[in-house]
């Protein structure tokens, strides 16, 4: 079982509902350690804990807007069309064990990250989306890729001993993308927090083959009206996250659906996350986070498709911000006011800089104080999700 | 620009030179900043020129259509030359050619000599664009392997290797930084251009070996390093074509004083820049194998007043080509017989050479000439073809030549 919420999947409703599969894979034995085979280990791929970290926020953030699944840092997904209907979660971390809390403090034992788990989790998550056409099907993963004749996602028992085809222990995304035309959920989103490299020892080898999971789909078969495809680095290239944390995709695709990716709804005023909307907020999102991270390699390939479909209606909209001097001696004299009425912010000049944080769209005013230079005052429009603000005082 | 090198033959532009010259720089820099000479302090940054003078090299009118090639064709394949030198490299080291996994049983023997096939291979490979790359592999690996040359062990994680893609992993992943404060992890392997190039190399060495494995020892039941060495013929037989014919070449075209050929007037010119932009800090000039013969003769002949702080020839054939008396100031009178010594130029203040044993292009240079601050050797630990073009790719070597520059009077 890999049911992470509701806790009896009897009670899954067949209304429309948002129905999450979260694929987190920190264990990889057989490529590295003690169990390694001689041929995985030739791929250099290391265990992962950015990625269990990934697994368990993204299930955190789908449950925060539940009842008694309240989170101080997170408002969750929120959609009254389409509210949550099931997470299910695979997860090996390199510990190994499989139990996550859930913020209500309950723990739930999920399945690991093995294919046959995988498997079964797919299953289950497939028949639940395909119920209802006005579902919405999410499947994020978080793991290590390969990309070479399709997009590779490997399972924790990649390259186990005694299995005749290595390459069975890895699914196939390209193909489960296209299998799944056949699923009647009309908005589906696939997330993919993982390498897209092509290493060399991949790519020598004869026809490699995953399992896309869900075949049989037919050209005839119509393909969901939206599609949302979120890469977690361009092709041919790596993603990364902290040992410790998140990956900085999984940080910027929850940043966006929080409130950096929103605009208004037409006609109800309503802030909203859409496909589209979550892509365009990617790119600077990331941005943020490489300039935030001095990460020069981060990248990001989002793939809306079909039509603008709603995702999240986040609570409030909010514009990622970066404020002070291009000067860092500058920038160490530096007190900040920061006014849009109502709100109203204050950072002192030993805070560090520059100063970054989260404020609502809209006209502000910028004031920037220094001990031995004339003050600035600005006045900045922020709409963009990330707004950067670098002046340095004559 | 203190520090002036001056190339031997067999120098092309390219991007094998090109990423020659990044790593070299880059040597230099980590190891010889701020080191003293005569009083003189290098930047700790110092900045190194290269005049190229290998456009002005021989020119081969049938392209080398005079070597011979059947007997090659039939012992080695179709093996490139650096896929050839690295299997040389192998049959050195071992013994024999190992045909299973052969990177990942010469770093069982010798990790320093691995990396040495490994920066070889990846010079070799190098390509437009990723020249930068290059340098900065060959200057990573060879620094990160220094230490166990000079201690002759082996890092402990290479007992535990199996392939020689799981070496080139894992030699990656401990000379590659990671991005920012090294807590980021990669969803992917340690893949790099360098990595699956040097990966494709150690395919070809494999292959190559394997095919020559089983054609010498069926024939002889021996693998006879003479059978090799043919194997080897064509890359050695062209190597030693270019080296006469750039030497015939220079020693032809020179000039005079008055009216110096193109290769004097392209190195005069670099030389002339290094002193005009840093007139203050110490003069070096670098000369490699026929680099070390020019230098000798333009600062003899054609700089008489330059003052040169410290001269370090390397590989090179300076007293080889007194004996000849070649130079312009070379005195036929003067010889063993005559019971003197050729003069070393006045202006030259210090002079180090270097050379290796096992390279037949080098030479010993005090036996020849009256002063000579170091006449001394060092072992690039590889074999007869490979050492002539391996002291400027191995860090150990900058360090060693650092400990002869601080050794030098002041």
Known sequence: MSLYWPDDAAAVSTEPRLHALVVAVGDYPYLSGPKATPEG????????????????RIAAWLTAGLP?????????????????????VVYSPPDGTSVLTRPDGTPVAVGPATMADIKAAVTAWFNRCSAHPDNIALFYFAGHGISTTAQFLLASDFYAPGVLDPWENCIDFTGLRQGMRKCKAKTQLFFVDACRERPFDATVQVNPKGQSLVGGAVWSDPPPAATGTYYAAAEGLKAYGPADGPTYFATAVLDAL?????????????????TFSLAGALGPLTE????????????????PEGNPAPINYPVRGYVRVKVGCKDAAKNSQLALQLTRLPDDFTSAKDEPRPWRGKLAPGDWRIQMKFDSFDPLDLSETLIDPVHVVLEDPV | MPIVFVHGVNNREGPEYDAGVLAQRQFFQTYLGGV?????????????????WGGLGTTFAWDMASLPTDEM?????????TTSTVAAHLLDALGKLPTDEPLTALAKKSFPLAVDALTRMALAAAEKGKEAEVAAFVVKASAYAEPFATSKTNPEWVATVDSDSEFINELLERIEAAPADGRVQSLGSITSWVGDTLKAGGQKVKDAVTGMAGTALDRAGDFASTKFLAWKRDSLNATLGRFFGDVFHYFNGRGTMGNPGPIPLTVLAAIDAAKAAAPDEPLVIVGHS???????????????????????????????????????????????????????PANVRRWINIFDPVDIFSYAASRVFDRVDVDGSYDTKTYVIKAHTAYFEQADFYKRLRKRIEGLPQ
């Not at chain 1, 408002?75 to 209907?85: A, D, F, I, S, V």
Request: charged fraction near 20%.
């Open chain 1, 288 to 303: 943020y986070l490489k300039d935030e991270h001095q990460l020069s390699s981060l990248t990001c390939s989002p793939h």
């Open chain 1, 41 to 56: 280990k030739k791929f250099g791929l290391k265990p992962l804990t950015t990625t269990i970290h990934t697994g368990a």
């Open chain 2, 290 to 344: 026929m680099g070390g013969v020019i230098c000798m003769d333009l600062i003899g002949h054609y700089r008489p007043q330059l003052e040169v702080d410290l001269f370090v020839s390397v590989g090179s054939q300076v007293a080889h080509f007194e004996e000849i008396k070649l130079y312009h100031l070379s005195d036929k009178a003067v010889t063993a017989a005559s019971g003197g010594k050729a003069k070393t």
């Open chain 1, 68 to 88: 008694g699944f309240a989170r101080d840092d997170l408002n969750g997904y929120r959609n009254t069309g389409c509210p949550l209907g099931s997470v299910e």
């Open chain 1, 258 to 274: 929080e409130g950096a990716g929103a605009g208004r709804e037409k006609g109800t005023r309503k802030w909203l996350v859409d």
């Open chain 2, 73 to 81: 064709q039939s012992l080695g394949g179709a093996a490139d030359p």
């Open chain 2, 36 to 52: 003293k000479i005569g009083g003189k302090s290098l930047p700790a940054v110092p900045a190194v020129t290269f005049p190229y």
